[in-house]
């Protein structure tokens, strides 16, 4: 079964240092990784997703993501954080073939921003 | 184009009671999943509907059901409420089923069972 691990529960960082958020995924293939976000009050919203091809991935918001085969690993990085990016963080795996869509995330890490 | 809107915000219930929640999904997106979030915990898949039909199902019992309307508008319901059923959920509409597509989210409803 395809399962996600996010070891960091909270994260704190300083208004302008970078940020690496941790996941690792269990999955027999490689699946769909995604990155999604929900602040307060609000959905989730995607950052950014990989299926295939680069396996550096760009997203909204300055994040971007690298997809590392040999460590089961999809971190998430960004040069410089923002107080407004404070929120909780998911990544997520999508099984590829299934004929529907189902994510299976992990449990998050909550980003606080010092400033 | 209008976001993924759903209502009630906020539920409180008893046990044994049951309860419909709603969402309206974006315009053309003919698939909507619904995930149940519990506190400190990510969201889990509890089914997707395509075209009115269920065509997937996580690990929820059967008092979890669901409707899709042909006017983008769907439901969860959940019969025979337990407390371990207080969460936020969540409803997610995609143009397709297929899972490289983009789920778009809603902001939830947060349930509580007392």
């Known amino acids: 079964a395809q399962s996600v691990t996010q070891p960091d529960i909270h994260i704190t960082v300083s208004e302008g240092a970078s940020l690496e958020l941790r996941c690792n995924y269990s999955?027999?293939?490689?699946?769909?990784l995604f990155w999604y976000v929900q602040s307060p009050g609000q959905g989730l919203q995607l950052l950014l997703k990989?299926?295939?091809?680069?396996?550096l991935v760009q997203g909204i918001k300055g994040f971007e993501a690298e997809f590392k085969r040999s460590q089961s690993s999809f971190n998430l990085r960004k040069p410089s954080v923002h107080w407004s990016d404070a929120a909780e963080y998911f990544c997520?795996?999508?099984?590829?073939?299934?004929?529907?869509?189902?994510?299976?995330f992990g449990t998050g890490t909550r980003l606080l921003v010092s400033p | 184009e209008t976001g993924v809107t759903q209502s009630p915000t906020h539920l409180i219930k008893t046990r044994g009671q049951q309860v419909t929640l709603r969402c309206s999904s974006q315009?053309?997106?003919?698939?909507v999943s619904w995930y149940q979030q519990a506190l400190g915990q990510g969201p889990q898949f509890i089914f997707q509907?395509?075209?009115?039909?269920?065509?997937g199902r996580g690990n929820f019992p059967p008092r979890f059901s669901g409707l899709q309307f042909p006017n983008y508008s769907s439901e969860l319901n959940v019969n025979a409420l337990e407390l371990d059923d207080s969460a936020l959920y969540l409803c997610?509409?995609?143009?397709?089923?297929?899972?490289?597509?983009?789920?778009?989210f809603g902001p939830g409803t947060r349930l509580t069972v007392l």
């Open positions: 997610a509409s995609s143009p397709t089923s297929v899972n490289a597509d983009t789920q778009y």
């Open positions: 999955y027999g293939a490689t699946p769909y």
């Open positions: 990989y299926f295939s091809g680069d396996t």
């Open positions: 997520a795996v999508g099984p590829m073939n299934t004929g529907f869509q189902k994510l299976v």
């Open positions: 315009s053309g997106h003919n698939t």
């Open positions: 509907y395509y075209r009115e039909e269920e065509n």
